[in-house]
């Protein structure tokens, strides 16, 4: 080979050794990706996401077992009384509900662990540790298991007062087509009785005061079975509402 072609390989060969070892040392190879983790198991999947981000950062959270079935209440349609369809209800309900969470209390006698057994929604809310929620999601009765959510309220923006007054009916009765019902029905909504679940309710304002069923006709009030606290917010034994959010919503329900 001349010397000039020979002196010309070299050049080139150690170009290309230059340039070869300059390069990071994965780069000529593709990366390896990384291996999958497990599957998760049925009774895995039966926990909500947002749980098992509480166990991550915590020994115990509070969480709500849901059982898979829910009480028949055919029989209840049946019934002649508003009274008699009421009781069966309730009846068919706690029923089902001790039946079917027997095997669930039962684990969590056991275990030693708080928890409230609920009928209406066939569910069971329970103090516990990762571990015991694990052991419940895997009994076949069990649906699912959720997280105990906290909702809060947001802080109400301040306004000014204006005193207005409707001349016609608003857009949007009308555009849920009210006043063809009470044109042609002649149904307005008297005599229905109607709830929201929401802050509270100031029984007291005047939007909705003459409508609370609650309130006799002498001016006093009967509250038992009338409205529900579960919050317990309300300090006595009358409605009442921490953020006037729900006395609003009840105003343009009955107001």
């Not at 593709?30 to 198991?41: F, L, S, W």
């Not at 949007?172 to 909504?189: C, F, H, M, S, T």
Request: proline share 5%; hydrophobic share 40%; glycine share 8%.
């Amino acid at each position: 080979m001349p010397q000039r072609n020979r002196r010309r390989s070299l050049r080139a060969a150690l170009a290309a050794l230059s340039a070869a070892l300059l390069l990071p040392v994965g780069a000529g190879v593709a990366a390896a990706a990384p291996e999958p983790g497990p599957a998760p198991t049925a009774a895995e999947r039966k926990l909500e996401p947002a749980l098992r981000a509480q166990f991550d950062g915590s020994e115990k959270a509070v969480f709500w077992v849901y059982l898979d079935s829910a009480a028949d209440l055919t029989a209840a349609g049946r019934q002649q009384t508003r009274a008699a369809k009421a009781e069966t209800v309730l009846r068919t309900k706690r029923e089902h509900a001790s039946r079917t969470q027997a095997e669930v209390r039962r684990a969590l006698d056991a275990a030693g662990a708080e928890y409230t057994s609920y009928w209406i929604v066939n569910a069971v809310r329970v103090v516990g540790s990762r571990k015991l929620a694990g052991t419940l999601a895997e009994r076949p009765e069990v649906a699912r298991i959720d997280a105990d959510d906290k909702v809060s309220l947001p802080t109400p923006a301040e306004g000014t007062r204006e005193k207005t007054a409707a001349d016609a009916v608003e857009w949007n009765i009308d555009r849920i087509k009210a006043p063809q019902v009470w044109e042609q029905l002649g149904v307005r909504g008297e005599g229905i009785v109607v709830a929201n679940i929401d802050s509270g309710v100031d029984h007291t304002h005047p939007a909705v005061n003459n409508q609370y069923r609650g309130k006799n006709a002498d001016g006093t009030y009967d509250h038992n079975y009338n409205w529900f606290d579960p919050a317990g917010v309300c300090a006595g034994a009358a409605p009442c509402d921490n953020n006037d959010h729900g006395t609003h919503t009840m105003g343009t329900m009955v107001g």
